[in-house]
């Protein structure tokens, strides 16, 4: 399994971009990148994944190192609802294991 | 429409007892998973269920945790003789198929005292 390192915490002022990056230098040729974010006393939620090509959709926008051996999770404007623990996740195509790690905690100042 | 549901949102309980954890599934997931959260640490996988079978039971920590799935949909984590160790949050998912997309539940909080 890839290991995967990203920073403990991050801050961000409200209606901001914030970048949040993984670096995943182990990670195999077919491993997805997967994103979950979990907010205060919920469970984690899918934000996005992908393969090699940044991607796109509602929520954020993920761009990938041409070596993939490092991502980055874009929110466009940040919201006191994005204050979460973001994890990266690289995991096989085919997997259902997730490894979460420790995740980056975002705090958005209002 | 619904999520994944869990009940009880949390539960206190004394070392050495039994308790049962319920995941209610999104309808017409036919995978079920369930994950253990221990505070600042992320979740981490216990057990998948594809349909009824548990088709992998690797993340169990040992034989006091067991995990039934009898009609294909609602799960039930039971764990004999707790113990305070066991304390955490006790997270479900459900995906339409094995290998899509996890949605979690928000969780119970299990305290052992």
């Known amino acids: 399994d890839a290991k995967t390192t990203q920073p403990n915490s991050m801050e961000s002022n409200e209606e901001e971009p914030v970048h949040l990056p993984c670096n995943h230098s182990t990670i195999s040729g077919t491993d997805y990148i997967h994103w979950y974010r979990q907010l205060p006393s919920q469970g984690p939620e899918y934000v996005i994944h992908g393969l090699t090509s940044n991607v796109n959709n509602r929520m954020a926008s993920l761009a990938i190192a041409e070596d993939r051996k490092s991502s980055t999770l874009i929110l466009h404007r940040a919201t006191l609802r994005d204050a979460a623990v973001y994890y990266c996740?690289?995991?096989?195509?085919?997997?259902?294991?997730?490894?979460f790690g420790t995740g980056t905690r975002l705090k958005v100042l209002a | 429409g619904a999520g994944v549901s869990q009940t009880p949102s949390n539960k206190v309980t004394e070392k050495g007892k039994y308790v049962e954890l319920r995941c209610d599934p999104i309808s017409g997931h036919t995978a079920l998973y369930w994950y253990r959260q221990s505070l600042g640490q992320g979740p981490e996988f216990l057990i998948y269920?594809?349909?009824?079978?548990?088709?992998?039971d690797s993340g169990l920590p040992n034989d006091r945790f067991f995990a039934v799935r009898p009609e294909g949909s609602v799960s039930t984590l039971k764990i004999q003789r707790t113990e305070r160790g066991d304390s955490a949050m006790y997270l479900c998912?459900?995906?339409?198929?094995?290998?899509?997309?996890?949605?979690f539940g928000p969780g119970t909080r299990l305290t052992v005292l």
């Open positions: 996740i690289p995991a096989p195509s085919g997997t259902y294991k997730y490894i």
């Open positions: 998912a459900s995906s339409l198929a094995a290998l899509d997309t996890q949605y």
């Open positions: 269920f594809q349909g009824t079978g548990a088709a992998d």
